[in-house]
């Protein structure tokens, strides 16, 4: 009789507010698309102000407003009282960049409910490797302000070749931070860390040695800590539900103010989002876009049939694209798609080639105008 | 703690945790950090007595009045331990 009910959503429930592609951090597996240095000009206060309302009277109560690094945009705190006022629950998604005890103090009083603060690693050295900047001290301040005005925080690390060994140490380090969640995500091969997967891709020994130091770790919690870890669909056999299913209950709204179903859904070929500055969000929902890769109807084998199409949703069409070409081929990531080897073969060349120490393709504006027109954003 | 229940357990929902009626889904649902569980009657009506410092008995006799039936502890019961071990709420032994 009682539980959570799984009733089919017809409304975006989460929207990611994509504020700004501006960024002090240049991490190279960044989901950003590489052509991001092409975009229009960003939406104005008023644009925003809209969609929020729009959205909300849609049904929308998770917002997160993201970037690039959504503190360069200082109407920030504007956009955070009207979604306070909106009633949705608030998420910054954030660097830690800009950040300091006032601005912490004022997006309280705003409304924020809540913020993930990003990591690139647990030590100095690796973090400001990764991140292109010497950022890792100022980070490690801002999180315990974080706590001391009594947000509840998230520490989000995006695991990879370069710093999964260390993932018993990043649990120590959030635990010692006094972090809520701790949310150890395997990088997903879209946008940057496309470009640069011959560097990120671990090895499966590597994946399975970190996994067993997490499910040690949890043994042995003592706090209240909470450990979200995001598996690697490259070793998993199994596709992820890729934004919980396309258009089901996700919508991301880019610096330009383009509508996607998923983060690399601009990549796809022959569709051109919606924009919010042109149409209505109602409208936008409706779209045939959005309509393109809903429910099952344009699926092939082995999706058709198969009984975990209603859990993976037959995974993510940006994916599926972006390695076979075709964006309604079943996502590679699965072991039943003709194309799995793929995937296969992407392991095995990172693994060959791991010990050749190339320079990663750093995200950045010079790095996005060269890579961009060949891999990136397809409309400007 | 998570696990069983003992009598005289203190239960209240976990800090950061907001129950919300929606309108648009004409149900309560949990939100938290980049998280939203949609409640459907009973589970709402037992998260309701959580908002505030409670105990197992007090749930168990609200819920009890608007769901009596036969099954209505162990069901209360088993949401609430459920509850607790996906963080919703915390347990705290008297």
């Not at chain 1, 507010?17 to 698309?33: G, H, M």
């Amino acid at each position: 009789m009682v539980g959570s009910s799984s009733k089919e959503p017809n409304r975006p429930l989460w929207v990611l507010a994509e504020l700004t592609y501006r960024c002090p951090l240049q991490c190279f597996y960044c989901s950003n698309p590489i052509g991001f240095a092409q975009t229009r000009r960003e939406l104005s206060t008023t644009d925003w102000l809209r969609v929020l309302r729009e959205a909300r009277e849609l049904g929308a109560v998770q917002l997160g407003f993201s970037g690039g690094e959504p503190l360069l945009r200082s109407d920030l705190e504007v956009l955070i009282e009207e979604a306070a006022r909106l009633e949705y629950y608030t998420n910054l998604i954030t660097s830690g960049i800009g950040m300091n005890e006032q601005r912490l103090s004022v997006l309280k009083s705003a409304g924020l409910d809540h913020i993930q603060l990003s990591f690139q690693a647990s030590t100095a050295e690796l973090n400001n490797y990764i991140g292109g900047a010497a950022s890792f001290e100022h980070k490690r301040d801002v999180a315990r302000l974080i706590k001391k005005q009594g947000y509840p925080m998230v520490l989000n690390v995006v695991l990879h070749r370069g710093n999964i060994d260390t993932v018993d140490h990043i649990l120590d380090f959030a635990e010692e931070l006094e972090a809520d969640y701790v949310e150890l995500a395997n990088a997903q091969y879209g946008g940057w860390a496309r470009l640069n997967r011959n560097l990120l891709l671990p090895s499966r020994s590597q994946l399975d040695r970190a996994e067993a130091k997490v499910a040690t770790f949890r043994r042995r919690l003592q706090s209240q800590m909470r450990i979200f870890y995001v598996v690697s669909d490259y070793f998993e056999g199994r596709p992820k539900p890729c934004t919980a299913g396309w258009g089901r209950t996700f919508m991301q709204i880019t610096p330009d103010g383009t509508a996607l179903p998923c983060h690399g859904a601009r990549e796809l070929p022959g569709m051109r989002f919606p924009r919010v500055n042109e149409t209505s969000i109602a409208e936008i929902w409706k779209s045939p876009e959005f309509n393109r890769f809903r429910g099952e109807g344009w699926m092939k084998e082995p999706c058709q049939t198969c009984p975990e199409r209603h859990q993976d949703f037959g995974g993510c069409r940006c994916q599926a694209y972006l390695l076979t070409g075709d964006p309604e081929n079943t996502d590679p990531a699965c072991a039943l798609s003709p194309d799995h080897d793929l995937i296969q073969n992407a392991i095995e060349t990172a693994r060959r080639t791991a010990s050749a120490m190339q320079p990663p393709k750093f995200r950045n504006v010079h790095n996005s105008r060269i890579h961009g027109d060949k891999l990136g954003l397809r409309q400007v | 703690m998570t696990g069983l229940i003992q009598a005289g357990d203190i239960i209240e929902m976990a800090p950061h945790y907001r129950l919300r009626w929606e309108d648009a889904q004409q149900s309560y649902v949990l939100l938290y950090p980049e998280g939203i569980v949609q409640l459907n009657g009973p589970a709402a009506e037992i998260m309701k007595q959580c908002t505030n410092r409670t105990s197992f008995e007090q749930v168990l006799g609200e819920v009890g009045d608007l769901y009596p039936t036969d099954d209505v502890e162990s069901d209360v019961r088993e949401f609430l331990e459920e509850a607790a071990s996906n963080g919703w709420i915390i347990i705290q032994r008297a």
